[in-house]
């Protein structure tokens, strides 16, 4: 399912939460770490991003979520509450 815009066109940016693994962001966007410095991202790629805060790759995923055995928050909260995933 694709959303759209208030001008009826698909946004610019999409991020998508991986199953207990990272964000995947795709289309045109600027990255800044907390010192306020910008990674140079080429044009056109798509972007894992790290949130399980385990990756020595910093912002982005190294594949280290699967060895830790991450657990998504929102899908962790579903799943003790007993619905559906």
Same mark, same amino acid.
């Given at each position: 399912? $694709?959303?759209? %815009? ?9 991020? @998508? ?6 964000? #995947? *962001? /795709? ?10 410095? /910008?990674?140079? #991202?080429?044009?056109? @790629? @798509?972007?894992? #991003?790290?949130?399980?805060?385990? $990756? *020595? %790759? ?7 979520? $699967? ?6 928050? /929102?899908?962790?909260?579903? /799943?003790?509450?007993?619905?559906? $995933?």
């Amino acid at each position: 399912m $694709s959303e759209m %815009n208030e001008a009826g066109a698909q946004p610019a940016v999409t991020i @998508k939460a991986k199953n207990n693994g990272p964000f #995947l *962001v /795709e289309g045109p966007f600027r990255l800044i770490d907390a010192d306020g410095q /910008e990674y140079n #991202l080429e044009p056109g @790629k @798509k972007y894992n #991003l790290c949130r399980c805060g385990a $990756s *020595v %790759n910093k912002p982005f995923c190294d594949g280290t979520h $699967s060895k830790i055995g991450f657990a998504a928050a /929102e899908r962790a909260v579903r /799943e003790a509450e007993g619905g559906a $995933s």
